[in-house]
């Protein structure tokens, strides 16, 4: 039983777990309830009078001292990345995680009672589209205590994780992608594990009353106290990215990527997690931030097509959206999956090429010159470009403006200076110069 289609999954039927919370110490009862698409993962505190919802999202992370704590109106959730990573590593999209207390039953110190609950569960399909975070560029963290995070594009979900522990100590590398079958196999019983020398202070900040040697695998000088034998001879680093994968979906998405990790923490995984989710929003927020002036300053595409002599495939422009005295022009080309060159650039990895992202700044730049009544009539030949800098690649589903300005014009050789924007942030600019010649 796992969710492999594109489609959002919740739990079938409600079911339940009971066992002790490793830092409290606590008797809890967990269940999971089926919940409606785009509801995400959000726990229940059943134990409290108005049985308050808080949501599983990295926004709502409180601390991440051993373990990672959210929190909505003051009431708190503790040690939730256990849980959530079955959830996701097993396909689950949308789950009410209902508990009467207020941190859900560490059982073995692995993913794997909460897989064997959502299996005794089973899965539902949903009608709505997974909400996957598709990285596009690097995205990287470094902190002073040498923890390293980054993730680059792939079209998997990817993990490469190092652990090193105290002094270099268990150094382990272990590099897998994410999927239901591996991770129930592979990641889910990688169980928790705890330095001896950490105990104490542990105990005196009021932590792990509930953890036990059958709980977590506890690491004393190069000697393991387990109840049980290891599960992986890499077992840390697994149980690393079991933690990984619970943090990071407290972005609120799936990811698209590889995440190459170096000793990660709760608190670096959720900084992460903090900066997909703002990544993701500017993403989304790109269509309404979409401000296109209407009137005489808008020319569609009939009107750029009795100006500009480009036709398909080589029209790089569909509309002008704004002009600024006689100087400046603004365009808008909506980058679609059906455009002729993603055929072999590339295939697998669409991206627009720079050198039309070079063109579409003539192409407007010239329909500001030829605006003006002494060139109506003329055709703008491109003659150079400087100072051209690619810095971020145009995908299908981008919509790039393009801003140009006529810095001078002299007889019938002309400057500008463009550039091309996708969601606010510049994606390419150069400087250019143009012949106007007769048709």
């Not at 007889?411 to 143009?434: H, K």
Request: glycine share 8%; hydrophobic share 40%.
């Amino acid at each position: 039983m796992s969710a492999t289609s594109d489609r959002q999954h919740t739990v079938a039927t409600p079911a339940s777990l009971t066992g002790t919370s490793l830092h409290t110490g606590e008797q809890v009862t967990l269940t999971l309830q089926p919940a409606p698409e785009n509801f995400g993962f959000k726990f229940r505190r059943i134990d409290l009078d108005d049985k308050p919802f808080i949501p599983a999202l990295a926004e709502k992370v409180q601390k991440v001292e051993r373990a990672t704590t959210i929190s909505e109106g003051g009431v708190n959730v503790h040690t939730v990345e256990h849980i959530i990573s079955a959830l996701t590593g097993m396909g689950v999209d949308n789950a009410i995680i209902e508990m009467d207390a207020n941190e859900p039953p560490i059982v073995d110190g692995s993913a794997l009672p909460y897989v064997e609950l959502i299996k005794k569960a089973g899965l539902q399909e949903q009608k709505e589209a997974r909400r996957v975070f598709v990285v596009r560029e690097p995205i990287y963290q470094e902190t002073r205590d040498g923890t390293i995070l980054h993730i680059v594009p792939d079209k998997k979900f990817r993990i490469s994780c190092t652990n090193v522990g105290p002094e270099g100590r268990h150094t382990q590398y272990y590099s897998t992608e994410i999927t239901p079958e591996i991770y129930e196999k592979e990641i889910a019983p990688a169980r928790t594990f705890v330095y001896y020398e950490d105990i104490a202070p542990l105990l005196q900040k009021g932590l792990i009353k509930g953890g036990t040697l059958e709980a977590a695998v506890v690491i004393r000088g190069e000697t393991l106290l387990s109840k049980q034998p290891l599960r992986f001879a890499d077992e840390f680093v697994r149980h690393k990215i079991l933690d990984l994968v619970g943090d990071l979906m407290l972005s609120g998405k799936r990811i698209l990527g590889h995440v190459i990790a170096i000793r990660p923490g709760h608190g670096p995984n959720t900084e992460l997690a903090r900066e997909i989710t703002k990544q993701y929003s500017n993403m989304l927020a790109m269509v309404p931030r979409l401000n296109i002036p209407t009137g005489e300053a808008v020319l569609d595409i009939n009107e750029l097509m009795s100006i500009l002599p480009h036709r398909y495939p080589f029209l790089m422009v569909d509309r002008i959206v704004g002009f600024e005295g006689e100087n400046k022009a603004t365009g808008v080309k909506c980058v679609t999956i059906n455009e002729p060159y993603f055929q072999g650039h590339f295939p697998g990895h669409p991206i627009m090429p720079g050198v039309l992202q070079l063109e579409a700044m003539a192409q407007v730049a010239s329909i500001a010159m030829l605006r003006r009544p002494e060139n109506q009539g003329k055709l703008g030949y491109f003659m150079s470009a400087d100072n051209v800098k690619w810095r971020k690649p145009v995908l299908p589903g981008d919509i790039l403006f393009i801003e140009t300005e006529v810095l001078k014009m002299k007889r019938s050789i002309g400057t500008a200076r463009g550039r091309c924007v996708v969601n606010g942030q510049v994606v390419s600019e150069a400087d250019l110069m143009f012949s106007l010649v007769d048709r």
